[in-house]
Nanobody, 115 residues
Framework: QVQLVESGGGLVQAGGSLRLSCAVT????????MAWYRQVPGKQREWVAF???????NYEDSVKGRFTISRDNAKNTAYLQMNSLKPEDTAVYSC?????????WGQGTQVTVSS
């Protein structure tokens, strides 16, 4: 059974940094894209960043220049380095991975940025 386990969330002051990790465990043949999403209570989940199997990346406009997505294919792990955090970045962050036939979600990790 495939599981995604996120870690690295927490409480940080505005301007600070956090690094999220998403480790994929279980029987998974080949991971294509990996992505991070976030959700605030009462709002729709929004896409934040993704990275292809070849390392190409893209970001939602509000995080460009502040967040960096990366991956370690040997460890089946994705990362999200978040710098210059703002209170509006407060959300539950979840990772999503895609294979040729399916996609999987993690349970999420809370990020809270205080002003």
């Amino acid at each position: 059974q495939v599981q995604l386990v996120e870690s690295g969330g927490g409480l940080v002051q505005a301007g600070g940094s956090l690094r999220l990790s998403c480790a994929v465990t279980g029987s998974i043949f080949s991971i294509n894209n990996m992505a991070w999403y976030r959700q605030v209570p009462g709002k729709q989940r929004e896409w934040v960043a993704f990275i292809t199997s070849g390392g190409l990346t893209n970001y939602e406009d509000s995080v460009k220049g502040r967040f960096t997505i990366s991956r370690d294919n040997a460890k089946n792990t994705a990362y999200l380095q978040m710098n210059s955090l703002k209170p509006e970045d407060t959300a539950v962050y979840s990772c999503r991975v895609y294979t040729n036939y399916n996609n999987y979600w993690g349970q999420g990790t809370q990020v809270t940025v205080s002003s």
